[in-house]
Every structure is written in C-alpha cells, then in structure tokens.
C-alpha cells in the first residue's frame, strides 16, 4: 500500500469510513463498562452459587444480598458488595453509552472527515523506541511524519531519537517515557514537546496498528480539543 493509494482511499467519506478506526469515547468505555459489568455479575453468580451449595431456588433471589452472608475478613466483604453492585451500573452504562456510539456515529465520522479534509493528513509511522505506561499496559510509541518534512529527513530524525532512547540507563528511560505521557503521548502530540530540537509539525503518538501509515487531524488553531490519531485498517 503506497501513500497515493492511502490518499486516495480517504478521499470520500465513504472511503474514510471504511479505511479508519475511528471509534471514539463512547464506544472505548461503553465496551469496558459492558465487560466489567458482565464480568462482575459472573462472578457474584459464581461465588453466591458456591456460597448455596449451587441450591438454585436461593442462588438468584440472594445474588444482591451480599449483606446477607458473612465474611472472613472485610476484604472478601467489600469485593462481595462490588461485585453484587457494580453490574447494576456497569452493564445499563455500558448499553447506554454503545446506543448513543452506533447512534451518533453518522454525524461523527462525517464531522471527522470534514476536519481531516481541513487540517488532517497521513503520515509514515516510525517507532521511537520509547515505550510508556498506558494503564497497566507498556505502549510503543511512534512519530509519524507531516506532508512538509521530507521522507530522508523524517527517517533521519526518528532514528537520532531512537539512538538516544537506546542510550539511556533505567532511570533516565523511566523519567523520559513520565515527561511523554504527561505530555499527552497518549492522545498525539508534537512531537517537540517530547525534546528540545524536535520539529512541531512531526506528531508523536501510540503506535496505530501494524500499517507504515497512521491519519493525524490536530486541534484547530485555538482550541483546546486534543488531537486524533487514528489507525488505518487493512
């Protein structure tokens, strides 16, 4: 896949829609929500049956009634309560926040397109050899080049930064991939807010799929909505 045939994929809305992921909030945390909640009332299901000797006419009518069973310990008692509880949010949140993502996502991607045909582009990924915390997970990290930087000097950049991310002991890598993450990494950033020296049109951001190239639609001049850096299926 070349940089043209990409262009030419993200020319159409339709075209976008089908070549981006572009699943926002809504969807992230209404499948999160979903899967906790499922999650939480499975394992209730399984330590209340447990608790009853599996005697089903008791199981469900006690499954919310954590207040009805003793405990060990206050641990065990405040896990009881959670997961007895949280289902009763977790799943309705996780349903609620799926219909508004599938209901809204019309009016949303063609609002995305709109602002990637104004101020969007794609990039090259290059890795930087920086890995940063994205909760518990390690996340590589990548630039990925502006339509203004040529290819030699964008290669030539991510490999300086991936020599001097190689050359860092244990606690210097640490305080670098902190400063990244509180630079807004995760989301997509300049990348000269990463290092002094560094071009502000290059963008650094988590590694988007395993694909040479990632979408990129920064901000609007004045705004204080965060950038999107979006994968490219396929």
Do not use: C
């Not at 290059?126 to 502006?146: C, E, M, P, Q, W």
């Not at 860092?168 to 990494?185: E, F, N, S, W």
């Not at 990463?194 to 040479?212: C, R, V």
Request: hydrophobic letters at 45%.
């Amino acid at each position: 896949m070349t940089l043209a045939t990409v262009q030419q994929q993200l020319s159409t809305p339709e075209g976008f829609a089908k070549a981006v992921n572009a699943r926002g909030t809504a969807y992230g945390v209404g499948i999160a929500s979903l899967g906790l909640g499922v999650a939480g009332f499975l394992l209730n299901l399984f330590f209340t049956g447990q608790a009853l000797d599996w005697q089903w006419n008791y199981v469900f009518p006690l499954l919310f009634r954590p207040d009805l069973f003793e405990y060990s310990n206050t641990r065990g008692q405040i896990w009881a309560y959670i997961y007895a509880w949280a289902p009763i949010v977790l799943i309705p949140l996780g349903i609620i926040l799926l219909v508004v993502h599938f209901s809204t996502r019309k009016t949303a991607g063609a609002s995305l397109f709109a602002d990637f045909q104004s101020r969007g582009w794609v990039g090259k990924q290059r890795y930087t050899g920086l890995k940063v915390k994205n909760g518990n997970a390690d996340v590589d990290t990548v630039f990925i080049s502006h339509p203004s930087t040529p290819d030699e000097t964008f290669d030539a950049i991510a490999l300086q930064y991936q020599t001097h991310i190689s050359s860092l002991d244990k606690k210097a890598l640490k305080a670098t991939a902190a400063a990244a993450v509180k630079a807004g990494i995760l989301n997509g950033t300049s990348a000269a807010a990463l290092a002094q020296g560094l071009p502000t049109e290059i963008t650094a951001a988590p590694a988007q799929g395993k694909g040479e190239f990632a979408v990129v639609v920064p901000p609007a001049p004045g705004s204080s909505a965060k950038y999107r850096v979006l994968a490219i299926k396929g």
